[in-house]
């Protein structure tokens, strides 16, 4: 069984990392980088399933998270509360000094004459002694509480005593769960009468066997059985017959080599930071730690930020690492798209590495997306090739460019069986009458009118002056160099990889060639981008979650990607850009761009133009603006003159008089300036929306943390 509960039937291209033969074994705990957060398996795996996880506020990080309320409660400041305190203090001393020595009188005496006898009254009775000190007491104590609660001692206590002391020494402990409500025990299966699917399932869960990436992936294999898409008995076979190591993934792997990030995929989060503690925060998220799942990822996610900001090592690689994860588990498909040597993560945390360009790669990339339909092959590589060319405005598309090359791709497709490699597609482009002919000859007599039609109109406009065949041609020349020679081959000689195959659990890295080949790599990272949102919309199984992380999305961005982007929250599947500034998008598509995506991350450094974007998209809110106005005392008497002329010789400063206006007005959340200088090295300003809808304002957090 697979990690969504089913029998491995996939070919080379759908599965290209073979199952190892034999049962799996246990392997050892993969070492971690240093200073990486710790892995929740062996004893430590039982207090992780078991911390409290309340639900909260979107893009809060739910491991032992503590809610706080929604407003911000009136905090006095420290001095002001200690002062107060004291004063009260000596007020209550002085009331008890007039007391005691009789300068009020004896009137507070007068209840405790009423209530003894008369005999009690001599100086030598134990019992009179007992309660007039008693009485003494009682009204200490009564005078203590009026004046601690005048002073708020309670919260001075509650500040700076040992509550305070106990709670940031010592972590709060969780109560054990009961039986019933125990993930350890796995209640849902008792529940389904796979009981010894349970018992042996607990045992490897206490015995220190299992670690959090089995608990999601035979979770995910149960949910395939609830559904209906597998059946009990073979799920609990696999239970019983591999305990903890069951329904793996095609990989065979059981965790990634190395984890840098913090990952809790109980809720399926990955830790980014820390939500810092600014008035521009909501009191409710500061503090709180920030996680990305895919609930937030399927809204598609933008960040922005110069070179050196953080965009890679604190963002692109955490979320690849967590989308590796979920395909282990059997939840997700993720495809990593970088420049060589971008720091993606290892080679052994993937299982297809293509390397565009590198002799050493096994395998290579299918410049057709895996379909067998002409014009759906034409309108991906349209959009590949000239895509940055088309007119920016929305509405626009390369529907031309398309028309041209499916009027080739066609013909050569039912002649040959499958479309033309690079070379031979350049020279079909560039209009040389040997290949046409030859395509021409072999459709005659075949009753193939319609191709033949097709090359007619081709060579009708090989002489038109508005043609776009030269300026394909010319695109498709950067792919016909040496350094690509053994790539985008046709011919079955090679093992393309085909994004038709995100229909599985697969983690998929693609190194894009930099140097020298910028143009190339663009032009690739198009092609990656209009075959995944081509290929995620197509799939028939869509509870398996798709992403594409674009670590440089310079020159991706079109017209036709904005609108597939679109569609990917409806496909569960999503997009993750970067870019250095929005200066790499044309002007008309900034804000088409912007309100595509659900979730937007300005970093340190951003420049005030692009600011102003993320600040017009954030929009404005209502809040409370004090004026304070000094206004200048007149004197009218001889006395208040001269009055105010000690005041001045003795402050320096004419008296005046202080006014305070309040007034609500509505402001950006977020300014131009304040992005372009007003946060931090190594913090964003985030802004998150999740597939349900529920979104977070604009926050800043501290990515180091």
């Given at each position: 069984m697979d990690s969504d509960g089913t029998q491995d039937t996939r070919g080379t291209q759908a599965n290209p990392v073979p199952r190892p033969a034999g049962p799996p074994r246990i392997p050892p705990r993969p070492a971690d980088a240093p200073g990486a957060p710790p892995r929740p398996d062996g004893s430590a795996f039982l207090t992780w399933l078991r911390t409290a996880r309340p639900e909260t506020l979107p893009g809060v990080w739910r491991f032992g998270h503590r809610p706080r309320p929604e407003e911000e409660p009136e905090r006095i400041p420290g001095r002001q509360l200690i002062s107060g305190a004291l004063i009260a203090f000596l007020v209550g001393w002085l009331i008890w000094s007039l007391l005691w020595n009789g300068y009020v009188g004896g009137w507070w005496l007068l209840p405790l004459y009423a209530m003894i006898p008369d005999s009690w009254a001599s100086p030598h009775s134990f019992a009179s002694v007992v309660v007039v000190y008693a009485y003494y007491v009682l009204i200490a104590l009564i005078i203590m509480i009026g004046v601690g609660r005048l002073g708020r001692w309670a919260e001075i206590w509650r500040r700076y005593g040992p509550p305070a002391w106990n709670r940031s020494a010592t972590p709060?402990?969780?109560?054990?769960?009961?039986?019933?409500?125990?993930?350890?025990?796995?209640?849902?299966?008792?529940?389904?009468?796979?009981?010894?699917?349970?018992?042996?399932?607990?045992?490897?869960?206490?015995?220190?066997?299992?670690?959090?990436?089995?608990?999601?992936?035979?979770?995910?294999?149960?949910?395939?059985?609830?559904?209906?898409?597998?059946?009990?008995?073979?799920?609990?076979?696999?239970?019983?017959?591999?305990?903890?190591?069951?329904?793996?993934?095609?990989?065979?792997?059981?965790?990634?080599p190395t984890r840098l990030a913090r990952h809790d995929l109980l809720t399926g989060q990955v830790r980014l930071g820390t939500t810092a503690d600014d008035p521009r925060n909501p009191y409710a998220y500061r503090g709180a730690g920030l996680g990305l799942d895919p609930d937030l990822l399927g809204t598609s996610l933008l960040a922005v930020g110069p070179a050196g900001s953080g965009k890679t090592g604190t963002l692109v690689r955490p979320l690849a690492e967590?989308?590796?994860?979920?395909?282990?588990?059997?939840?997700?498909?993720?495809?990593?798209?970088?420049?060589?040597?971008?720091?993606?993560?290892?080679?052994?945390?993937y299982d297809v590495v293509v390397r565009i360009g590198n002799p050493e790669s096994v395998y290579d990339l299918d410049l057709?997306?895996?379909?067998?339909?002409?014009?759906?092959?034409?309108?991906?590589?349209?959009?590949?090739?000239?895509?940055?060319?088309?007119?920016?405005?929305?509405?626009?598309?390369?529907?031309?460019?398309?028309?041209?090359?499916?009027?080739?791709?066609?013909?050569?497709?039912?002649?040959?069986?499958?479309?033309?490699?690079?070379?031979?597609?350049?020279?079909?482009?560039?209009?040389?009458?040997?290949?046409?002919?030859?395509?021409?000859k072999a459709l005659q007599g075949s009753g193939q009118e319609s191709?033949?039609?097709?090359?007619?109109?081709?060579?009708?406009?090989?002489?038109?002056?508005?043609?776009?065949?030269?300026?394909?041609?010319?695109?498709?020349?950067?792919?016909?160099?040496?350094?690509?020679?053994?790539?985008?081959?046709?011919?079955?000689?090679?093992?393309?990889?085909?994004?038709?195959?995100?229909?599985?659990?697969?983690?998929?890295?693609?190194?894009?060639?930099?140097?020298?080949?910028?143009?190339?790599?663009?032009?690739?990272?198009?092609?990656?981008?209009?075959?995944?949102?081509?290929?995620?919309?197509?799939?028939?199984?869509?509870s398996l979650f798709a992403c594409l992380v674009l670590d440089d999305a310079s020159g991706v961005?079109?017209?036709?990607?904005?609108?597939?982007?679109?569609?990917?929250?409806?496909?569960?599947?999503?997009?993750?850009?970067?870019?250095?500034?929005?200066?790499?998008?044309?002007?008309?598509?900034?804000?088409?761009?912007?309100?595509?995506?659900?979730?937007?991350m300005a970093l340190a450094g951003l420049t005030p133009w692009d600011g102003q974007d993320f600040a017009e998209v954030w929009g404005k809110e209502w809040t409370e603006a004090r004026d304070v106005t000094d206004r200048q005392i007149i004197a009218e008497t001889p006395a208040g003159k001269a009055l105010h002329m000690v005041r001045r010789v003795i402050t320096g400063k004419a008296p005046t008089q202080r006014a305070v206006t309040v007034r609500q007005v509505e402001r950006e959340r977020w300014s131009a300036s304040e992005l372009a200088h007003g946060v931090p090295a190594g913090h964003a300003v985030l802004s998150l929306t999740n597939v349900k809808g529920e979104h977070a304002p604009p926050l800043l957090v501290d990515l180091r943390s």
């Open positions: 709060r402990t969780e109560r054990p769960p009961a039986p019933e409500q125990d993930l350890a025990e796995w209640p849902q299966l008792r529940a389904a009468g796979a009981v010894d699917a349970a018992e042996r399932l607990t045992t490897e869960a206490r015995s220190g066997l299992m670690r959090d990436v089995d608990h999601a992936r035979i979770t995910r294999a149960w949910q395939g059985v609830r559904s209906g898409r597998h059946t009990l008995a073979a799920f609990t076979g696999a239970v019983l017959k591999d305990g903890s190591a069951a329904c793996l993934h095609p990989s065979g792997e059981r965790d990634l967590s989308l590796c994860l979920h395909a282990l588990a059997g939840r997700a498909a993720v495809v990593v798209v970088g420049a060589a040597g971008a720091g993606l993560g290892p080679v052994d945390a057709y997306g895996g379909t067998a339909d002409p014009d759906e092959a034409a309108a991906v590589l349209a959009e590949a090739l000239v895509g940055d060319l088309a007119d920016p405005h929305p509405g626009n598309d390369s529907r031309r460019s398309t028309t041209v090359l499916a009027q080739l791709l066609g013909p050569f497709r039912a002649v040959h069986g499958r479309f033309p490699s690079v070379p031979e597609l350049r020279q079909l482009l560039d209009g040389a009458p040997g290949p046409l002919d030859t395509l021409r191709l033949i039609r097709e090359l007619d109109a081709r060579e009708r406009q090989l002489a038109h002056p508005g043609d776009v065949a030269p300026v394909l041609a010319d695109r498709v020349a950067l792919l016909d160099r040496p350094a690509f020679a053994g790539f985008f081959d046709t011919s079955g000689q090679t093992r393309p990889f085909s994004l038709k195959a995100l229909d599985h659990p697969v983690r998929v890295r693609i190194d894009l060639p930099e140097r020298g080949h910028a143009d190339a790599s663009r032009m690739l990272a198009r092609l990656v981008l209009a075959q995944f949102t081509a290929s995620v919309s197509a799939r028939e199984d869509r961005v079109t017209p036709e990607a904005i609108r597939g982007i679109q569609r990917l929250r409806s496909a569960n599947a999503g997009v993750v850009l970067t870019l250095r500034t929005l200066d790499d998008v044309p002007r008309p598509l900034r804000n088409p761009l912007l309100g595509a995506v659900g979730c937007r």
